[in-house]
């Protein structure tokens, strides 16, 4: 029934899995964010997600050690990040292709990995819920915010983080300026492949981190292409944010709360069909998208490649 | 050393810089070719040549942005190795671009900032940043807002951003490429008063200019490039304006094209009451009164700044209007979309043409098309017409003279002048009605100004209604038939030229009452 919904324990439970649902997002958006300020646009996050998310899942399975696995899957990340770097930075490819090139590639290897060492679905004990003396206890919020495990609040620190690295250090004055402005920042000494080697490989790492939430901390298996499309929604939400970490994090929480309240609705058998349920995140969010057309530029130099005249 | 081999920032001296045998080859382009070319500490070199010589070539190699395929460079004596602008800034090398290298959407203190290292380590200082920058302009008299955007400022003011950047940096040798192509005759001023003082303190200055007067102004030697090749240096004081226009260009040059008698027409684009806002939130037009008749040239002569970038946005549909009339031919055209302005042959030569009117990773022939492409004879049931479009891109690069290895050649890859010259190309060849031009001549050689002013008085002739919007009063003066000045988005007033004088101009220019100037006009 509808009215079940409105029950004070369901709404926290939505409101709780939601905080959860958009761990993912998070990392791999914020990733995404640095990787275009500095003017990289990368399409392979998915690819590197999924490879991620099987390097946590395999090593956390047989180490027994979740951390080991959080990260190999950073190392897996980064090392998917320095490829495209190469390729996009030193090899000038068009970087929408060379993405989606590594997009497959990563689906086709986790997969190959998969059936190789695996063969069979199974699953690890993830990443426990961190309980919080007194601020766990506080009814509802405590449930919200405090019972969470330590990806999510990584991911939740990781906000204030971008924003403050982006916009109060030197090194986030080179991000942007070599994403506006590339000749400027070459002509003052900035090494533009540096920085975008830098970020492109933290966009690797963070991506590899976004996709150990999923196999190690909220679904606790691994699945082929379990990621479904979630790499290329942080990739369209660092757009819906307007390139700032605050605004990443809205797009998140929006698009997974109504992923959650879909969820309970399907869990509470309210009778909607199930494909309609799964599309109402993705509808919602293309409208939320349209109706608040960004009024921030993309980055001048986004997905152009940096040659000195000679 | 002694105390007085230092610079006032406490760096060394470059006593004598020196670049030998420099060659560089672009596809299809010997853009250097076995250059010598020095300079010494307390001294301006000046360094001449037409649009496409290899002026700004030669100093980028300096600068370290491009690599020499032969040649040495010497600092006092001693062979250097530059391989990119971080060696050459470590060296004491400074550097003023021709197009600027400023980043639009950060503040003057982050582009003054970006690559320096900061007091505080790993997080930024802008706030001490900001202080030294207020710091030196005040010393040298520069106005500037440290916490402005980019975006905010007039070109005027983004160049003195791009002093203030290297100002900062305490260069020993700073290179000047046509660093006054932007400015207004005052700001000139205020710029030779700073780089004298650099001159005096022992710094060594390299300066590109096509204004052969700066050049007898403030140099103490002068060199000429023709095709990548050194034809010569000399002292300044040994030689004149005339020699250095003929020693340049191999030819005698005029210097005022002759404006010939021509009857005016009625009205073709009026202006009424028209007012804008500007980027900065500011009213940047505050009821605008102006008509330009067919056959005449109206110039518009103001300080930059005072809203001439709002007022030709205005006419030609970039900007929104808050109130008023534009009218174009009888039609009231207030709010139409840049593209219905266009087809009604209103031509726009924009101020900034790198930013506003051209596409720099197209080809020259793509770029001369940018305004028709859609219309026949280029483009037929939405099929571009290539034999068409390179027919008309080699027509109009040998009537302009555009210097480039192609017409397929991406437009980035020309000399400054010469990318400026496609889009002066574009806009008058199309027959317009009406021509607002900004700027026309900025960035120009001698031969190539000439050309232009030539071009414009004969679209005068033909009956086109001209409003030429320039900071350079000379030019102001060479083409108009009358002057409407503009000070803080208003019209001073309107004077024929035949009454127009550059004293009279520039009390207006600084906000003085018509009835005032006539009293002080008299005391004179
Ligand atoms: N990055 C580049 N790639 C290819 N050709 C280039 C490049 N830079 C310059 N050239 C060519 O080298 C020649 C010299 O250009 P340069 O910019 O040095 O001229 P300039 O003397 O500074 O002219 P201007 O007065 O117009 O600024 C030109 O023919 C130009 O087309
Ligand atoms: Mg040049």
Redesign the interface.
């Known amino acids: 029934m509808i009215s079940d919904l409105f029950t004070v324990t369901v709404l926290v439970g939505i409101l709780a899995s939601g905080i959860r649902l958009s761990t993912p997002y998070l990392y791999a958006a914020i990733g995404e964010a640095f990787g275009q300020k500095s003017g990289v646009l990368n399409l392979g996050v998915e690819g590197q997600m999924l490879l991620g998310a099987f390097a946590a899942f395999y090593v956390a399975l047989t180490t027994g050690s979740l951390w080991l696995g959080l990260l190999t899957a950073m190392i897996v990340g980064a090392l998917m990040g320095l490829a495209m770097a190469y390729v996009t930075v030193n090899l000038h490819a068009e970087q929408g292709i060379s993405g989606i090139g590594f997009y497959l590639f990563g689906l086709g290897m986790s997969d190959l990995l998969f059936q190789k060492l695996m063969g069979t679905v199974e699953t690890v004990k993830g990443f426990p819920e961190i309980y919080i003396p007194g601020l766990s206890d506080i009814p509802g919020i405590g449930k919200i915010f405090f019972s969470q495990n330590i990806l999510v609040y990584g991911a939740y620190l990781l906000v204030p983080i971008a924003w403050f690295v982006l916009n109060k250090t030197t090194l986030g004055l080179k991000i942007r300026s070599v994403g506006e402005n590339p000749d400027a920042a070459d002509s003052l000494g900035v090494s533009v492949s540096r920085i975008r080697y830098f970020t492109i490989i933290l966009g690797g790492t963070l991506s590899g981190i976004a996709g150990a939430s999923l196999s190690i901390a909220l679904l606790n298996v691994f699945q082929q292409n379990m990621t479904s499309g979630l790499g290329f929604i942080a990739v369209a939400l660092v757009y819906f944010g307007g390139w700032r970490p605050i605004g990443i994090l809205g797009g998140a929480l929006l698009f997974s709360f109504i992923n959650s309240l879909q969820l309970w609705m399907q869990v509470l058998s309210i009778p909607i069909p199930s494909d309609i349920a799964v599309m109402m995140p993705y509808v919602v969010t293309i409208l939320v998208l349209v109706a608040t057309v960004s009024k921030v530029r993309a980055p001048s130099a986004l997905s152009k490649p940096f040659e000195r005249g000679d | 050393m002694t105390e007085t081999d230092k610079l006032p920032s406490g760096r060394d001296r470059i006593e004598s810089l020196e670049m030998r045998g420099i060659t560089k080859r672009f596809p299809g382009v010997l853009a250097s070719d076995h250059v010598n070319f020095d300079v010494k500490s307390g001294e301006v070199h000046a360094l001449l040549g037409e649009n496409g010589a290899g002026k700004s070539t030669l100093m980028?190699i300096l600068?370290g942005?491009?690599?020499p395929d032969e040649g040495e460079i010497l600092i006092n004596g001693k062979p250097v190795r530059i391989s990119?602008?971080?060696d050459s800034?470590n060296l004491g090398i400074g550097?003023i671009?021709q197009h600027?290298?400023?980043?639009?959407?950060?503040t003057v203190a982050?582009?003054v900032?970006?690559?320096?290292?900061?007091s505080r380590g790993?997080?930024?200082d802008l706030d001490r940043v900001s202080k030294r920058i207020i710091e030196l302009a005040n010393l040298y008299g520069l106005k500037i807002d440290p916490s402005a955007y980019i975006w905010q400022l007039s070109v005027g003011q983004q160049q003195r951003v791009e002093i203030i950047?290297a100002l900062y940096r305490g260069a020993a040798l700073l290179i000047l490429d046509e660093p006054t192509a932007v400015l207004t005759p005052q700001e000139v001023d205020e710029l030779f008063v700073i780089m004298n003082q650099m001159v005096k303190d022992g710094h060594g200055l390299v300066f590109i200019s096509h204004k052969l007067h700066e050049v007898v102004e403030i140099s103490h030697r002068v060199s000429v490039l023709r095709d990548g090749r050194m034809i010569g240096t000399r002292l300044t004081s040994d030689t004149t304006k005339q020699d250095l226009a003929n020693w340049m260009v191999g030819r005698e040059v005029g210097f005022t094209p002759d404006r010939g008698q021509v009857e005016c027409g009625g009205p073709r684009l009026q202006l009424k009451d028209v007012a804008c806002g500007s980027d900065r939130g500011t009213p940047g037009l505050r009821g605008i009164n102006i008509d330009v008749c067919s056959g005449e040239i109206l110039g518009i002569a103001g300080v930059s700044g005072n809203g001439q970038r709002e007022l030709a946005e205005t006419i030609t549909g970039l900007r929104k209007t808050t109130g008023g009339h534009v009218i174009l031919e009888g039609n009231d055209i207030t709010g139409f979309d840049p593209s219905d302005i266009t087809d009604r042959m209103l031509s726009y030569i924009p101020e900034e043409r790198m930013r506003d009117g051209m596409i720099k990773d197209f080809t020259v022939a793509e770029n001369m098309i940018l305004r028709e492409h859609e219309k026949m004879p280029y483009s037929r049931y939405g099929f571009l017409n290539l034999r068409e479009i390179s027919r008309h891109a080699d027509e109009l690069i040998k009537k302009f003279h555009v210097k480039t290895p192609s017409r397929e050649t991406h437009a980035?890859?020309l000399s400054g002048g010469n990318i400026q010259k496609i889009v002066l190309a574009r806009e008058i060849f199309r027959t317009p009605r009406v021509i607002i031009a900004a700027q026309p001549t900025r960035g120009l050689d001698i031969g190539a100004t000439e050309y232009v002013r030539e071009q414009l008085l004969e679209q005068r002739k033909q009956g086109v209604a001209i409003m030429l919007i320039s900071e350079d009063l000379d030019e102001i003066l060479a083409l108009s038939d009358r002057i409407a000045v503009i000070y803080e988005g208003q019209v001073m007033d309107i004077v024929p030229r035949a009454e127009a004088t550059p004293a009279k101009l520039g009390l207006l220019m600084a906000g003085v009452h018509p009835e005032e100037t006539k009293q002080t006009s008299e005391v004179f």
Do not use: D, R
């Open positions: 980028k600068y942005l491009y690599h990119s602008p971080n800034i550097m671009h600027f290298m400023l980043v639009q959407t950060m982050e582009n900032a970006l690559g320096l290292p900061s790993l997080l930024t950047k980035k890859n």
